[in-house]
């Protein structure tokens, strides 16, 4: 099956937006990993986004990313979320709220605490009313994130944003997940090419892997720290507007295999 | 559009009725509750809950140690009740293992464990317990990892966890992968099982009720909690005459507030809507409607506006969280599998621990059960953050 690439958002060390991270992943400019500055929405009323989290803030600032340059309109896309670890962040506030004398836990925690939150806050922001699904898949989040994105935009014929972004797990719980930094990659996806549609990828689910992109050594070290990173062999031939094979495990014996060709 | 209707080929399920479909139909029938005052370890809330016996005596195998916890005991349960876990192994003879997709809804998967091991921790060091995992338990993949791994299954796998609508999503995806050729039949489930994080969460929201709840009932005042694990094997060829089909489904956002839902319940109308039109069906043609209906005053407002504007006031309708509480990301399946029973068994639930309905709700949902032929269900379900599906089920003829 093919679809239609429309737009990428992307969020991470050194590479604070797609068209700062081009250069780098096309292997013109070296990378180096530095802190994302703070960022505010620009879509979301300021009621809700001084709610806002650490993730869901990830999450929102990779999707007003990606609508750089989208010529439709956010309320008329659908979406899929995809993060390994969801809001480990207000986990663990919780847990520590929850050993306190009469359990204080704070409304707002405790909506922000469910996996779609990011989604929810979204859709606020954008007034979209279309379907929008949060999926979880260990490692392979973004490959599953993929599918079901391509999934949606086939059956129902709507362009979808598809959002893999995970922040690391706070202090306590360091180091016992996928996370150990910051990573959020978007691509706006559609069924049909039509206007926008830069990318025409192909895809097929396969047992076999392929010979991939080359990384340097420092974006090979950035794709171990975050599941949303195995997008970065994608994210490297869509920065340098070549064809080429790029193959995601999605599952225990299986392989996404995408032939993407700029058009 | 959905391609083609997908049957219900096997399914099982365990909640505080007891295990197996046996064990809820006749709950069901007899108009008798699982609920009971909470009795949870560490919780002091004066609330009823719906808890699952015996799952802390379900140890899982020594191969599956590492996913120890409450949520994956009851995943679990849940497989090994009605033949499940066998039906699926007879399946993965036929499609091969990497052919049958794993679509498993939950909202707070195992944080139980992790709840477990802040309290734990060593007071001087602040080191957890040398047995937490928090990759096999708390983290959301965690039961769907070990649901695949139980049943031996190496197709795509992949948890939804959108709060209450969790476990109904399952099945449009599930539809949309094998519509897709990336698997031929699916598993598809919900596991949610008791937790701090959801008692004191939902208690913060003042949405939880002191009593048993009473969905659609004046002066309801909140829901109360259940756990429980439930499965589906969903195929494109029906196993037998009476298997029942997913018809179709619908999905859509509020786009309105976090923790509360649209007052006029547009987005839910959009997702019956959306689910009529998948299925090509007439709002009439549906028998009976197992609504989301979680006694909070706003959800049952809010669904009331829906329900009757989408269908009026003149269909048979009901919650059935008064007999095994809100069961959260395992309420999608668990009230999809209600309705499933209500079409083979021809009879339509009541609303439990509701003698009076609202004056201001003007959708006249049952309060007794009512024998009647059911051939077509939907089943509702909502959740924090906007998130709404609708799903429909029938005998495909």
């Known amino acids: 099956m093919r679809f239609y690439v429309k737009g990428v958002g992307l969020v991470a060390p050194g590479l604070a937006s797609w068209q700062e991270g081009r250069a780098v992943l096309a292997g013109q400019l070296p990378y180096q990993a530095q802190p994302l500055a703070a960022f505010s929405s620009t879509l979301l009323p300021p009621n809700e986004r001084r709610r806002t989290t650490t993730l869901i803030k990830l999450a929102l600032r990779v999707a007003e990313d990606a609508l750089q340059g989208y010529p439709g309109s956010p309320v008329e896309l659908a979406s899929v979320f995809s993060s390994a670890e969801g809001d480990a962040e207000v986990a663990d506030k919780i847990c520590r709220t929850l050993l306190m004398p009469d359990r204080p836990v704070s409304p707002t925690q405790f909506h922000n605490s469910v996996h779609n939150a990011a989604a929810g806050y979204w859709a606020i922001a954008s007034g979209s009313r279309c379907c929008s699904t949060s999926i979880a898949a260990g490692r392979e989040s973004f490959s599953l994130g993929l599918m079901e994105a391509v999934s949606v935009a086939l059956q129902s014929q709507q362009d979808v944003m598809l959002l893999a972004y995970d922040s690391p797990l706070p202090p306590p719980l360091q180091g016992r997940g996928y996370v150990d930094a910051p990573f959020a990659v978007a691509l706006i996806i559609s069924a049909q090419a039509g206007t926008g549609a830069w990318i025409e990828i192909g895809m097929t689910m396969t047992g076999e892997r392929c010979t991939q992109p080359v990384l340097s050594m420092e974006l090979q070290a950035l794709r171990m720290t975050n599941p949303a990173a195995a997008s970065l062999p994608l994210l490297a031939l869509l920065a340098a507007g070549n064809a080429g094979t790029v193959s995601l495990p999605c599952g225990a014996e299986c392989s996404l295999k995408l032939e993407v060709r700029p058009c | ?397």
């Open chain 2, 1 to 397: 559009m959905i391609h083609k209707p997908l049957h219900l080929t096997h399914y099982s399920m365990i909640n505080a009725l007891g295990t197996g479909q046996a064990a809820s139909l006749q709950a069901l029938l007899d108009s008798r509750s699982g609920l009971s005052q909470a009795d949870y370890p560490r919780c002091t809330l004066p609330t009823w809950i719906g808890r699952v016996a015996g799952v802390e005596q379900a140890a899982l195998e020594p191969s599956f140690q590492q996913f120890d916890c409450r949520n994956n005991r009851l995943a679990r349960l849940g497989l090994l009740a009605d033949g499940f876990a066998q039906a699926v192994a007879a399946a993965r003879e036929r499609y091969g293992a990497g052919r049958i997709g794993v679509f498993i809804g939950t909202s707070t998967s195992g944080i139980a464990a992790t709840e477990e091991a802040y309290f734990t921790a060593d007071p001087e060091s602040g080191e957890f317990d040398v047995g937490y995992d928090y990759l096999h338990t708390h983290n959301l993949y965690s039961v769907t990892d070990f649901v695949r791994q139980f049943l031996g299954l190496t197709g795509p796998a992949l948890t939804i966890s959108t709060a209450c609508s969790s476990s109904a999503k399952v099945f449009a995806t599930a539809n949309r992968y094998i519509a897709a050729g990336w698997c031929d039949a699916a598993v598809v489930g919900g596991v949610d099982s008791l937790c701090l994080t959801t008692l004191y969460g939902f208690n913060s929201l003042e949405l939880v009720s002191a009593q048993p709840c009473r969905p659609w009932g004046a002066g309801r005042d909140g829901i109360n909690i259940g756990e429980a694990a439930a499965f589906a094997l969903l195929e494109t060829e029906r196993g037998s005459e009476r298997d029942i089909a997913l018809l179709g489904y619908g999905e859509s956002s509020d786009a309105y507030h976090m923790s509360t839902p649209h007052p006029q319940g547009e987005g839910a109308q959009l997702a019956m809507r959306l689910a009529l039109q998948c299925a090509g069906l007439r709002p009439e043609q549906v028998d009976y409607i197992n609504l989301h209906g979680t006694a909070t005053p706003s959800n049952d407002r809010s669904e009331d506006h829906a329900v009757n504007a989408v269908f009026g006031t003149a269909l048979a309708c009901s919650s059935t969280k008064g007999w095994t509480g809100h069961t959260l990301g395992a309420a999608g399946i668990t009230e999809a599998l209600f309705c499933c029973l209500s079409i083979q068994h021809k009879f339509a639930p009541g609303t439990l621990n509701t003698s009076e309905r609202d004056p201001e709700l003007v959708v006249p949902v049952l309060l007794e059960n009512r024998e009647q032929c059911v051939d077509i269900a939907m089943s509702n379900s909502f959740g924090f953050g906007g998130t709404n599906c609708s799903l429909i089920f029938g005998r495909q003829c």
